[in-house]
């Protein structure tokens, strides 16, 4: 009986990262799709989806209050989703790997864009965009990042990865991230 509600925990855990792995998969397909639907069938579907975020953030926000074994482990979570809501990253591939604590799969990633750049399959505003995403999370994950990585954060980052940096310094201020995300919801709703 020692063990009791470890099997209840990692359950919750298991299908919180699943419903986050749903939305970000949906918002990535919402991307992917976007050349095929019309302006407003975009937006619409685009506001549901930052409305299930939203209300995922805010059962969250009740298990933490409750369940304080779970706030290490759902603080990356909850980062991730504010970081969606807020704007901060644009790709759902990197949200999900920075969700996930997957450094070596964001390495991946920013070697394959490299390799995409050079032979021209990636345009340079793409590939800026996606590499702060990428080097923002991997500091954020305590990776050590290369002097030309640092160079290439300090020159190009914008107001929203700078925001989401300044709320993510201190993963014990839930309440921060938390204001942070609602203000963003409530600037997407209208």
Do not use: H, W
């Amino acid at each position: 009986m020692a063990s009791r509600g470890t099997t209840e925990t990692s359950k919750l855990k298991q299908n919180l990262e699943e419903q986050l792995d749903r939305l970000m998969q949906q918002l990535q397909d919402l991307e992917e799709c976007r050349e095929e639907l019309d302006a407003d069938e975009y937006e619409e579907t685009k506001k549901e989806t930052l409305e299930q975020l939203s209300e995922f953030n805010d059962s969250l926000k009740k298990i933490m209050s409750g369940d304080m074994t779970l706030v290490d482990e759902l603080s990356g979570m909850q980062l991730a989703i504010q970081a969606a809501i807020s704007q901060a990253f644009k790709t759902p591939e990197v949200i999900r790997m920075f969700a996930k604590k997957q450094p070596r799969q964001l390495r991946t990633r920013l070697a394959e864009m490299d390799r995409d750049l050079m032979v021209g399959k990636l345009p340079r505003d793409l590939y800026t965009q996606q590499k702060l995403e990428i080097l923002t999370a991997l500091r954020k994950l305590g990776e050590k990042l290369t002097g030309d990585d640092e160079m290439f954060l300090s020159t190009n980052a914008g107001t929203a990865l700078s925001q989401f940096e300044k709320v993510s310094t201190d993963l014990g201020s839930g309440d921060k991230v938390l204001a942070l995300a609602s203000v963003e919801v409530e600037k997407a709703k209208q």
